[in-house]
C-alpha cells in the first residue's frame, strides 16, 4: 500500500517537471512545421522575432522578452547562412529592445542581396519599427502598427530630456542633467544618422531626412501607435496581405499558464466552425 502511495507521488512530482517542457517541445515543433510552409509558399527563408510572455520552465514561470544581444546573435547567424539570391522574411512582433541589437539586425537585413520583407501581424515598436525599416517591403496587419524610434535614457525620452534642459536656465540644472543631456543629443543624432541610412534608397535623401527626424526629434511620444496609413504617408512601401499562416503561427506563442483569468476570448463564427470541420 504503501508503495503504491509512494509511486503515486512520485509520477505526480515527474509529471510536473516534465510535462511543461513536452509541452514547450511540441509548440516549438508545431511552430517549425508552419515556418516551413510559410517559406514553401513563399520562396523565403523564414525567421522570425516574436516576444509575448512564454509560459516554460518549472511551474509555467513566465519569461518576458525584448530585442536583447541574445536575439540579434541568432537573426545574424540566420542571415548569414541565408544565400544571397534567397528572399528574407523577418516576422516581427516585439515592445522593443536594445538599440545595439535592432541596429545590428536592420543593417544585416538592409546589406541581403535579395528581397527582404519585414511581416507585423501586431505590432513592431521601437527596436521593432528600427528594424522594420530596414526592409524591402513591409507587410502589416490592417491594424497593426510601428512606433517612434526616439532613444530612451533612464526610462526618459531623449527629445524630453533636450527640451527640459533648454526651457531652465542652465545655472539651474544640476551637472548630472547636463550630462543626460549630452548623451541624449548624441543618443538622437546617432538614431537618426541610421534611419538616415536605412530610408535614403529607398525615398530619396531628403524624404529620408524629413521621415527620419519625425521618428527621432520627440514628435510622438514613444509608444504612439503609428498605422498602415501614416506609415504610408512616409512613402514607405507598405502591403496589408499577411498569409493567413503568420496568424496560425502567432496562436502558438502562449502566454502564461498561471494567469487569473484570460484577457481576451472569443467563440469562432458559424463560418469558421465549418471550416474547421
Do not use: C
Not at 50 to 65: A, C, K, M, T
Not at 80 to 92: A, F, G, H, W, Y
Not at 164 to 183: F, G, P, R, S, Y
Not at 212 to 231: F, I, N, Q, R, S
Amino acid at each position: 500500500m504503501y508503495d503504491l502511495y509512494g509511486i503515486f507521488w512520485l509520477l505526480i512530482f515527474l509529471y510536473l517537471i516534465f510535462m511543461p517542457q513536452m509541452k514547450h517541445q511540441m509548440l516549438v515543433s508545431a511552430r517549425r512545421k508552419l515556418m516551413e510552409k510559410i517559406a514553401e509558399k513563399r520562396g523565403s527563408n523564414v525567421i522570425t522575432i516574436i516576444h509575448r510572455q512564454e509560459s516554460i520552465g518549472f511551474l509555467g514561470i513566465p519569461v518576458y522578452r525584448f530585442i536583447d544581444i541574445d536575439d540579434s546573435e541568432k537573426v545574424l547567424r540566420a542571415i548569414r547562412s541565408t544565400p544571397e539570391n534567397k528572399p528574407i522574411d523577418l516576422i516581427i512582433h516585439t515592445p522593443g529592445g536594445l538599440v545595439l541589437a535592432a541596429t545590428q539586425i536592420a543593417k544585416a537585413l538592409n546589406d541581403h542581396p535579395a528581397k527582404t520583407t519585414v511581416i507585423v501581424p501586431h505590432y513592431a515598436m521601437s527596436g521593432g519599427t528600427l528594424i522594420a525599416l530596414a526592409a524591402d517591403e513591409i507587410i502589416m496587419d490592417p491594424h497593426a502598427v510601428l512606433g517612434p524610434v526616439d532613444p530612451q535614457l533612464m526610462n526618459y525620452p531623449a527629445p524630453s530630456i533636450l527640451r527640459a534642459v533648454e526651457k531652465k536656465n542652465l545655472n539651474d540644472v544640476d551637472d548630472q542633467t547636463l550630462i543626460m543631456a549630452d548623451i541624449a543629443e548624441r543618443a538622437i543624432n546617432q538614431v537618426r544618422e541610421l534611419v538616415y541610412s536605412l530610408l535614403k534608397d529607398k525615398l530619396g535623401d531628403e524624404r529620408a531626412k524629413e521621415v527620419a527626424e519625425m521618428l527621432t526629434e520627440g514628435k510622438w511620444t514613444h509608444d504612439y501607435p503609428l498605422t498602415v496609413e501614416t506609415v504610408r504617408e512616409f512613402g514607405l512601401r507598405i502591403s496589408t496581405d499577411i498569409p493567413e499562416e503568420v496568424y496560425e503561427l502567432m496562436d502558438l506563442y502562449q502566454q502564461p499558464l498561471m494567469q487569473r483569468h484570460p484577457g481576451v476570448e472569443f467563440a469562432p463564427s458559424q463560418g469558421e466552425k465549418k471550416a474547421e470541420k
